[in-house]
T-cell receptor
Framework: SQTIHQWPATLVQPVGSPLSLECTVEGTSNPNLYWYRQAAGRGLQLLFYSVGIGQISSEVPQNLSASRPQDRQFILSSKKLLLSDSGFYLC?????????????FGPGTRLTVL | KNQVEQSPQSLIILEGKNCTLQCNYTVSPFSNLRWYKQDTGRGPVSLTIMTFSENTKSNGRYTATLDADTKQSSLHITASQLSDSASYICVVSRRNAGNMLTFGGGTRLMVKP
């Protein structure tokens, strides 16, 4: 069966510090991978998606970046965090060969920027 | 513009009661519609998925309906339980859009004893 992991689960960082959030998927190959952010009490906002190693598409301009160094690893980074980067970050995967194309979400990382 | 609107934003019901959550969308061309349940501090979990030709889908006490003509969907929860307290998110997928999803803002449901 497939599983998706995210770490860390929670993170408190000062403004201006760097960020690295990691997401890994097990039990599937060539998944589409997604990074979402959810502000408190708000809906999910797609940040990045990737259809393959080294292929990253950005949905919104921001000071965040994403990388996919391996097939089942997706990393969200920032060189300098802003207060507005606080939120709940969710990674998701999807099997593009399956027509029902359901996205499966990880447990999330709660980031607080002080 | 592709949008998904949900109502109500929040809802409080007593344990054992039924409730219905609404979702209206303008996403086009339509591929499928999902309802997700998101417990506080957790990732969303898929409850149901419906394509254009399906107008009802059940998952235990959850029943989703879809009217593709009016672009409306509802999620009916029967005999609510305390564990149903969560946010329910309506998500619409666009055909030929690389599996991109448009998320509604969610309905926050609280079930009280």
């Amino acid at each position: 069966s497939q599983t998706i992991h995210q770490w860390p689960a929670t993170l408190v960082q000062p403004v201006g510090s760097p960020l690295s959030l990691e997401c890994t998927v097990e039990g599937t190959s060539n998944p589409n991978l997604y990074w979402y952010r959810q502000a408190a009490g708000r809906g999910l906002q797609l940040l990045f998606y990737s259809v393959g190693i080294g292929q990253i598409s950005s949905e919104v301009p921001q000071n965040l970046s994403a990388s996919r160094p391996q097939d089942r690893q997706f990393i969200l980074s920032s060189k300098k965090l802003l207060l507005s980067d606080s939120g709940f970050y969710l990674c998701a995967w999807l099997d593009p060969s399956y027509t029902r194309d359901t996205q499966y979400f990880g447990p999330g990382t709660r980031l607080t920027v002080l | 513009k592709n949008q998904v609107e949900q109502s109500p934003q929040s809802l409080i019901i007593l344990e054992g009661k039924n409730c219905t959550l609404q979702c209206n969308y303008t996403v086009s061309p339509f591929s499928n519609l999902r309802w997700y349940k998101q417990d506080t501090g957790r990732g969303p979990v898929s409850l149901t998925i419906m394509t254009f030709s399906e107008n009802t889908k059940s998952n235990g006490r959850y029943t989703a309906t879809l009217d593709a003509d009016t672009k409306q969907s509802s999620l009916h929860i029967t005999a609510s339980q305390l564990s149903d307290s969560a946010s329910y998110i309506c998500v619409v997928s666009r055909r030929n859009a690389g599996n991109m999803l448009t998320f509604g803002g969610g309905t926050r449901l609280m079930v009280k004893p």
